[in-house]
């Protein structure tokens, strides 16, 4: 995104407002890929049609999986855990990115090289993590995390909220 100082994303959910500091620096195409689905200037695979769209990403989406003190996670366009937008990007992990406190904002995958556009944002120090999920922002306002990682969960599940919280909007600024 053009422009000077540091770039944010705010996050408006039905939790509350949301704000994280993204790595560009540290993390170039990540974020530029979070970026380009959620402003809708990167092509996507609708799941439902199977066709290419270019359109905002993240706006309506819930936060489909949660950990209670470990993580949320959202990015998945079928909130079933196994969604994605149709690519996967290369692994990038920038030096001195850690998970070492909650707010920590990094690519959900399955495998390397694996990430596409879900992502989770850590409850609390995750060093597990570290070398293994791309890490791409920190976010701040911790209670609206720990009030999602706090959602109770559906029966017979670990990590499925029974009434997810869901992304309202996002938008960029740089401060």
Request: aromatic share 8%; hydrophobic share 35%.
């Amino acid at each position: 995104m053009p422009g000077e100082g540091r770039l944010y994303v705010t996050f408006l959910t039905s939790a509350g407002k949301l704000q994280c500091l993204l790595h560009e620096e540290e993390a170039p195409r990540t974020v530029d890929n979070f970026v380009g689905l959620a402003r809708g200037l990167k092509t996507w695979t609708d799941p439902a049609s199977k066709e290419p769209v270019k359109r905002p990403f993240y706006d309506g989406l819930s936060f489909h999986r949660v950990v209670p003190n470990v993580l949320i996670q959202t990015g998945d366009p079928t909130n079933s855990g196994v969604g994605h937008p149709g690519f996967t990007i290369d692994d990038e992990f920038g030096a001195g990115l850690e998970h070492d406190s909650a707010g920590v904002m990094a690519m959900a995958q399955s495998r390397p090289n694996g990430s596409g556009s879900q992502f989770y944002i850590t409850d609390s120090p995750t060093p597990q993590f570290d070398g293994r999920y791309p890490i791409f922002g920190h976010c701040e306002d911790l209670d609206v995390i720990h009030k999602i990682a706090a959602a109770a969960l559906t029966e017979g599940t670990v990590d499925r909220p029974l009434d997810p919280i869901r992304i309202e909007s996002l938008s960029f600024e740089r401060r």
